[in-house]
């Protein structure tokens, strides 16, 4: 993409989180604020499964664990020791970013379908010891109690502050996304998934780089994790699910797997869809949305392989409002 | 001490016969096409349900359905190749093909849940409770009568695929596609048959387990990862292994309930394969 380009999609970037910016201003209903708060969520988990798995091409259907490792190291460190969310979120991030380094560095020679069905194993592995491990509230999981209001804390009345801090997150995340995905870093992640005989051949440190993004990838992953339990309040070892793995990576594919832009597009759209379904169907129909996350993402896959990115970029109003260039497929069919 | 081992064996052997038939189903799908079947388990719950029709609304006892069910399996399982898998084959990236197979999982879990409700459903045969003794052990009946038709099946298979005509087109194509359309086999029904006998092994072991165990929604979860564990046992593309791999994993998971504690097994037989994993990745490459 040349100079203008970047300019003209970071404006687009601009006008979207004023957006964002203004919504509660407009909007004061909390449910809606509660949407808007899970989709932020959602998005913070698909742009940090993205580093990994979009970038680097390490498909990773375990990050739930990730996740749930940051919402416990926050929470464990606040009720036993007392120490803020704030720096809970941190530490909890690497703490989760350090033991996915450790436990995949072995499976870096596993590839493609081998890869995730490790990251499974593993995911199902922690949640068989949290379920048994009674400094973790086994299966019952960890219900938060009922501590002052405050910024210390990390517990707001309302859901204005969650909205906005949800916000600056996702900013920050998607922010170092944008940023790595254009560095020397980045090339050298996209270089490895390409192809990793050459990139070792061109002197890339494959290992090494795998291990940076994982590191990244679940280290951001539990920071959202830490926001997760600080919302919601209540975390059990079932957040490591294979299905909740499997929603991380959702609004990437949907939207457009290694793009910066998909998972954010995918989450917008995926999102608002689940929390609809789910108020009108909840009662009569439990599993609906994710009936219809199914069929999008295997229509999308029939479809759009390349995802929802590659459709928007085969717009020509949105060509020319962003300056974004036609997917290479779509170039040589023209 | 050794009467609890003695029974700890016998168990491990009857459940990993069911391992193995569903290895050997994501086995043949992986050794023809190459491609990793994330919803096997689900076809087992689907196969599950289907015998849990038959039986509550036909009356029909769970064995004698067994031929029914494995005729809709294959159906389906063709359905699923024709429409949605064969036509992601030969891209580019195999990400898609993967996230395919999840996105049917998740399709089939969840349909199910609106249709049955997340209840755990069994079905009351008149043997379903009775034991009989073996090695001065009890065993229950229904579990031996399911062994015995499993071992049944898995021989049917490995005929078929080595010695009819159709079984080494099969073979075939899975050792060298091109070559195979080269000498004249169509090779898109071979990548249809395979899904379709992927699918009527799957459904065939959910038939066999539904007159000791119970279905519900989620239960394809636990069975698509161990089937996956009898692959990486037992050597991908191969049906003999796939049988020894459900066995040694049956007896791991048996054997290490009884020593570490039953709620760590799963932990026991996922560190297993994923030391497996990776040790025989490391050899392979090693060897190169």
Redesign the interface.
Known sequence: MTRVGYLRTFFVELSLLAVLLLVPFFIVAPYILHVFIMLFYVAMLAVAWNILGGLTGQ?S?GHAAFMAMGAYASTLLLIKFNVTPWIGMIAGGILAGVTAAIIFY??F??R???F???T???A??FR??F??WEMVGKAQGILLPMVDRSWYNFHFSGKLPYYYIGLGMLLVIYGSFAILERSRLGYGFKCVREDEDTSNAIGINVVKYKLLATFLSAAFTAVAGAYYAQYVRYIEPDLML??YS?EI?LPA?IGG?GTVGGPLLGAFLLMPISEYLRVMLGNV????H??A???I??VI??VK?LGLVDWLNGLKWYRQLSGAKLGVAEAVKK | MSGVVVQVVINGILVGGFYALMGMGLNVIFGVMK??NFCQGELLMVGMYLTYLFTSTLGLDPYLSLPLVAIIMMCLGAVIQHG?IT??LG?AN???L???T???M??M???A??LF??DYRTVQTGYSLKNIHLLGQVVSLPKLISFGVLIFVTFLLYAFLMKSETGKRIRATSQNPIGARLVGININRMYILSYAIGAALAGIAGTLLLPFYYVF?MVG?TFT?RA?VVV?LGGLGSIKGAFVGGIVLGLLETMGAFVVGP??K??VV??T??AI??LR??LV?RAR
């Open positions: 498909f259907l072995p499976c020679v596993l493609g379908p081998y995730a069905l490790a499974i194993a593993f199902e592995t068989n010891l379920t048994n294979g299905g499997i990576v594919i797997i129909i439990p599993g609906g994710l009936i996350y199914a069929v993402l295997i896959i029939r392989p | 491609i990793v949605l036509p992601l891209a195999d990400s898609n993967i996230f395919m999840v996105g049917l998740m399709l879990q969840n349909l849940l609106v409700k997340s929604p979860a990862l996956f990486v709620q760590f799963d932990s996922f560190l394969f994923l994993l990776i990745q490391h490459s």
